[in-house]
């Protein structure tokens, strides 16, 4: 594929890189009842994680007005409530496609787009793990606030680690032309840097030797999600210098890169503080090193940012962004840097810091909200099953055709 110089595709020699059948205005009706399962977009848990994160974000009260302390809470726990009734819901349609229908699952984990978003589905387990220690006390007893930060915590990590082994091997095995790199490939190692984050409050609830057993369990994932970040930025870094940019259908993936910096701060500044015991008396300057490479990577993540705002407004004149489900790439990153930077501001106590990140939020909420709105009304115009719904036969086609040009 060729493109011009705002990301336009000008001519096509291999099939644009996104998503077949995430286009919801492209869709025409309602699928036939016999595919409603089958064709299940693998991206709408992406829904799942943005609502989630925006839920913690809104809880931690950004700008820590305590004015709004009380309603940020009820906010929070609301959205919250919002986030466990979408993810039970695909949860369930999820589990029945790849029951009822895993040749078409199988097809999509080997296509190179969708397939790093099944990452998606475990990636929103275990957000909604993370959502469960913050949000989980104001709506459930501590026992059962434990028992499903566990069995999400252990689900998610599950299914992450199998995914993003399994997308790796397609990845290795597999030819891909440079065009086919894309933020997408992000969402498989944010997986593994969540599963420190799910799992680090429940070191508090096991004994001590398997409390250190979590601990280097949750090192262990988070260096492999931090070293795969870095290796996937090499590679969106070489294609956004060395190939035209994008279409437009895929500047919404560039913001993914915003996760794994926002999580990969955070996660070293909550292992520091649930390893306090097993570090004894390192763990003030454990906490500090957390707290210093936390924030180093903070910075990094507002000069991607930058980037990502500035290419989203050359996007933006260049055309208008039809609304597919890359849109919720905006807000899972988004979210998740919100919260790194509430986090570092009140662990510097810096008041500039606090002001940051309720502009960050200020950004986040509108996303979710026009994300929000626009799928509601996709689908209320379109029929629930043509608006959640893709068809696995045109990724499959589309891995045929992408195999007969390389």
Known sequence: MTANSVGEPTQVSIPSPSVPG?????????????????????????????????AVATYDNPGNLTTLRGPAHGLGAGLAVLAYAIGAVLAVAYTVRWVRHADAARAALRHPEPGAIQATLPAGLLVLAVMTTVVGPELFPSGVVTAVIATLAVAGAVLGLVVSVAFAYMLFTGEHPAAAVNGGWFIPPVVTTIIPMAIAPLMAHVGAGTGRLLLVLSYATFGMGFLLFVFTMGLLHDRLVLHPLPPAALAPTVWIALGPVGVGALVPLVLARAGQHVFGAAAPTIALISELFATALWGFGLWWLAIAVALLVRYLRAGSLPFRLCWWAFTFPLGAFTVATVTLARAWQTPALEGV??????????????????????????????????????????????????
Do not use: C, K, N
């Open 357 to 406: 990140a309720a502009l960050l939020y200020m950004l986040l909420v509108g996303f979710w909200a026009v994300e929000t709105l626009t799928a509601l009304l996709s689908v209320s115009l379109l029929g629930f099953w043509a608006g959640v719904s893709a068809t696995t036969a045109a990724a499959t086609r589309t891995g045929l055709i992408w195999s007969r040009t390389r």
């Open 22 to 54: 995430d286009d919801l205005t492209s869709q025409s009706g309602p699928a036939p009842s016999q595919a409603r399962v089958r064709d299940l977009h693998p991206g709408w848990f992406a829904s799942v994680m943005g609502t989630a994160i925006v």
